[in-house]
């Protein structure tokens, strides 16, 4: 069973940018899809971004397209999140899973990596 460990979140203003990677361990990343959620206090886990491991094909959710960009690279076994023109209501925990096919199944987690946008 692989392992997903997230980093690279921190502290950041708003309007600026930061990228978020997920390493991939115990093994290579054969699940259909990577994808990214959040979880901001008070609120439910929502959906981020998803990207199909080999095609590398995108998809967004509204509140973050024009911004955020996610990409994998294969080779090193990681995928990434990069944010770009950062706001306050993108502070959050940011969760990194294992998808299938569909994107409604994800199988393995990562422990999260928190991102809080300052004003």
């Known amino acids: 069973q692989v392992q997903l460990v997230e980093s690279g979140g921190g502290l950041v203003q708003t309007g600026e940018s930061l990228t978020l990677s997920c390493a991939v361990s115990?093994?290579?990343?054969?699940?259909?899809?990577m994808g990214w959620f959040r979880q901001a206090p008070g609120k439910d886990r929502e959906f981020v971004a998803t990207?199909?491991?080999?095609?590398?094909?995108?998809l967004y959710a509204d509140s973050v397209k024009g911004r955020f960009s996610i990409s994998r690279d294969a080779a090193k076994n990681t995928g990434y999140l990069r944010m770009n023109s950062l706001k306050p209501e993108d502070t959050a925990v940011y969760f990194c899973?294992?998808?299938?096919?569909?994107?409604?199944?994800?199988?393995?987690w990562g422990q999260g990596s928190q991102v809080t946008v300052s004003s």
């Open positions: 899973g294992a998808g299938d096919i569909t994107g409604k199944r994800y199988s393995t």
């Open positions: 115990g093994g290579t990343f054969t699940n259909y899809r």
């Open positions: 990207i199909s491991w080999r095609l590398g094909q995108p």
